[in-house]
């Protein structure tokens, strides 16, 4: 497979760009919630109608990551995070899990290596009765760490009517405007995108805390690691669901895996800031793996109506008092109770 060269110069800078407009679009939706910018009140369902704008009215899809398929699969445990959590999921030998991978972005038919973002989203329910919800980036960090600054990011990446892309002059002034966006942009001028689903990374971002049985409580952010080998995007891709289709082949072959590293904070650490990335000789912790054993059809599993709120977790895990999480699961509960009325009024399938 052919391997994707470095970027430099122009081509950097519009690879920058196009990261930023895509991550602009997550994150609107969180700046937005519950009428915290501005006068009037920037509500979720003004920043929906801002999504549909943008990218043109789809009824029934999700109104970001709208392009995506489910799977499903298990999650096994090592036990190992178990003293850190009573949360049943960490102990329990085999959890069933429902996930859904996707693009970032409102447009459910943008062509698959057209987006620089990926994003897994998983619920993984235990025998307790209780749920595990999770939506993950593949960037490790956000470009922001207020709503305000997630309300700047998406007026910088707005398209310009004439070229129907973001203006680099606004990109850069946001950019100076937001130094704490600087982990980001590292991330962004390194990023090279992976030929798969499977071979890509994600990141919980924001910091949640694990809590035991005697109630020691531990900030952590999690990722998933692709136990499938990287191999560059090859370049001049003609099929607009290149991705979609690779994931189906390869369960076909046998299924994929992802290990959960948690990476537990320490004092001083940014608990409340995703922009800010931590320290990398941080303990870690292997809480076990993700199995995906089966590809339904793009949005007909049993991910098409799951909300992936990721503030729907069991005991054992809490939020962090990060307030973009408050704000993404209001964002989420508009997007989600929209698309469920389009279903109904227009018979639409996603």
Request: overall charge neutral.
């Amino acid at each position: 497979m052919p391997m994707t060269p470095p970027l430099h110069g122009r081509r950097k800078a519009l690879r920058l760009l196009g990261i930023g407009a895509i991550l602009a679009s997550a994150g609107a939706g969180f700046s937005y919630a519950a009428g915290w910018i501005g006068a009037p009140a920037l509500t979720p369902q003004r920043i929906i109608d801002t999504f549909e704008a943008q990218a043109g009215h789809h009824p029934g899809y999700r109104k970001n990551h709208a392009k995506g398929l489910c799977v499903s699969g298990y999650f096994e445990s090592t036990g190992l995070a178990a003293p850190l959590s009573s949360a049943r999921v960490f102990s329990q030998p085999r959890v069933p899990v429902i996930g859904r991978f996707a693009l970032g972005g409102a447009n459910p038919h943008v062509a698959d290596a057209a987006v620089p973002t990926r994003s897994l989203a998983l619920q993984l329910s235990t025998d307790d009765g209780q749920r595990w919800r999770t939506g993950m980036n593949n960037p490790p960090v956000l470009a922001v760490n207020s709503v305000e600054g997630f309300y700047d990011q998406v007026l910088a990446s707005t398209p310009d009517p004439k070229t129907g892309k973001p203006d680099p002059a606004r990109q850069k002034a946001f950019a100076e405007a937001h130094p704490e966006g600087a982990a980001f942009r590292q991330w962004a001028a390194q990023y090279r995108p992976s030929d798969s689903f499977a071979s890509t990374a994600y990141n919980s971002i924001n910091a949640f805390r694990l809590i035991n049985d005697q109630g020691t409580v531990q900030p952590v952010r999690w990722r998933l690691e692709p136990h499938t080998p990287f191999q560059a995007l090859p370049t001049g891709i003609a099929d607009p669901d290149y991705l979609q289709h690779d994931l189906q082949a390869r369960v076909k072959q046998g299924p994929l895996r992802w290990t959960l590293r948690l990476t537990l904070a320490e004092p001083g650490d940014a608990i409340d800031d995703p922009a800010q990335a931590w320290p990398a000789q941080r303990r870690t912790v292997e809480a076990g793996t993700v199995v995906i054993d089966r590809v339904e059809a793009a949005e007909q599993g049993a991910c098409r109506d799951l909300n992936f709120d990721p503030l729907i977790l069991p005991t054992g895990i809490a939020p962090s008092d990060d307030p973009i999480l408050a704000a993404r699961s209001a964002a989420y509960a508009e997007s989600f109770n929209r698309r469920s009325r389009e279903r109904l009024e227009t018979g639409a399938h996603p």
